[in-house]
């Protein structure tokens, strides 16, 4: 049985090859480390350190927590930690880690919550027999009344619906209940920073079921994946960010690209291929236009003169005329004559895309199934590379 976390499902949702090269392959990722994390750790660790202190009845003054972060951000700072804003300097991330802190202590200084445990490191069975990690930053209870509390930085606020169909602190709060029996309520509460407000939400026992049973399927396809080393890749917009690009069929000859001179790129086999297709697409694309305007004079030519033979000097041209049908725009109502009529069975064709998405899903019945053979053959397409277009 193995241990999973939100994070760990998240990746396999995100990207099944991603999970692979991180959980799998236990690949290291090639990310540079950037400011926003770093900010975001060093207030969690001050924020530790005022319930740690006050858990053991030691005043804490602003001043002192904030002189905290101050020498942390001294000691753990360094100029290779990436601000990616334009316009920011690492400075201005150390005041905001600072107005966050700052806020966050005037607002909390009178909360009569109890302390259980911060950072939590602790696992829960779930119903299949796999872990679960149970990581909440802040637990504490006012009686009976429970509170999974997670600090955020980002500077997005979180909104209700986002809250309310979170699975990380609503998988917690099932830790939480089956842990602490008295719990009457358990309240999600993530407390936004920069905003210096919180979000809460509350989850029924009956959501909490389904949302076990829906971590429970998620595991289940990614012990099948694993099985069939069958990890597709998932293109999405948070490729740009995913630190296994390196790695990425996807990505990689990009990467190779950024390794190289301006003259050792030109002469790159790859980019020499691409910008030969992309020509020769261009001009069978011009070449198609000219075809279709050849067409049409020649159709124009051949009725002016009442003509259905054109001829050139070697070659010939035909013009015929003909009648073809346009079928009426409401499909559903011609399909249902046409089964009426028993016109159907003769007339309707397979659809293609339609029958292979239902063979790869396994959606066909076992007889049909079995009657189709698969095999691997290749698509190109050309489209823009939109690293470029972002620069
Ligand atoms: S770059 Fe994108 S497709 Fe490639 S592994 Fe990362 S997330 Fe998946």
């Known amino acids: 049985m193995a241990v999973y976390s939100h994070s760990r499902i998240s990746t396999f949702e995100q990207c099944p090859f991603k999970y692979k090269l991180q959980y799998v392959d236990r690949i290291e990722p090639e990310t540079e480390q950037t400011i926003e994390p770093f900010m975001g750790d060093l207030v969690h660790q001050a924020l530790e350190k005022l319930y740690t202190d006050k858990k053991f009845k030691k005043r804490v003054s602003k001043a002192s927590l904030l002189k905290f972060f101050k020498d942390l951000w001294k000691k753990e700072y360094s100029s290779d930690i990436l601000v990616v804003k334009k316009g920011l300097t690492a400075e201005n991330y150390k005041k905001m880690g600072l107005k966050f802190l700052s806020d966050y202590y005037d607002s909390y200084k009178d909360d009569d919550m109890t302390i259980l445990d911060l950072e939590t490191q602790d696992k829960m069975t779930l119903p299949d027999g796999n872990q679960w990690h149970v990581r909440i930053d802040k637990l504490g209870c006012k009686g009976d009344i429970y509170f999974v509390c997670d600090y955020k930085t980002n500077s997005s606020m979180k909104d209700q619906e986002e809250a309310d169909g979170d699975r990380q602190l609503a998988m917690y709060s099932i830790w939480v209940k089956d842990k602490f029996k008295d719990a009457k309520k358990v309240i999600l509460k993530w407390h936004m920073l920069a905003f210096n407000k919180e979000v809460t939400s509350e989850r029924t026992d009956g959501e909490l079921k389904k949302l076990q049973q829906d971590v429970c399927n998620t595991i289940k396809q990614i012990e099948i994946a694993t099985r069939d080393d069958d990890f597709p890749r998932n293109q999405c917009g948070l490729c740009p960010y995913c630190g296994y690009q390196a790695y990425c069929p996807s990505f990689k000859h990009q990467i190779k690209l950024t390794q190289k001179t301006i003259e050792q790129f030109k002469k790159d086999d790859g980019v020499k291929l691409v910008?030969?297709?992309?020509?020769?697409?261009?001009?069978l694309d011009e070449l198609q236009e000219k075809e279709e305007e050849f067409k049409t004079k020649l159709v124009e030519f051949s009725k002016q003169l009442g003509i259905d033979v054109v001829y050139g000097s070697n070659m010939?041209?035909?013009?015929?005329?003909?009648?073809?049908?346009?079928?009426?725009?409401?499909?559903?109502?011609?399909?249902?004559?046409?089964?009426?009529?028993?016109?159907?069975?003769?007339?309707?064709?397979?659809?293609?895309?339609?029958?292979?998405?239902?063979?790869?899903?396994?959606?066909?019945?076992?007889?049909?199934?079995?009657?189709?053979?698969?095999?691997?053959?290749?698509?190109?397409?050309?489209?823009?590379?939109?690293?470029?277009?972002?620069?």
């Open 275 to 283: 910008d030969g297709y992309a020509e020769i697409k261009a001009k």
């Open 316 to 391: 010939l041209a035909k013009v015929k005329e003909f009648e073809k049908i346009i079928l009426p725009e409401d499909k559903e109502e011609l399909i249902a004559i046409m089964k009426d009529k028993g016109e159907w069975e003769e007339l309707a064709m397979i659809n293609f895309m339609k029958f292979q998405s239902k063979y790869f899903k396994g959606e066909l019945h076992p007889d049909i199934h079995k009657k189709i053979t698969k095999e691997k053959d290749f698509r190109v397409s050309l489209s823009k590379r939109k690293d470029l277009e972002e620069e």
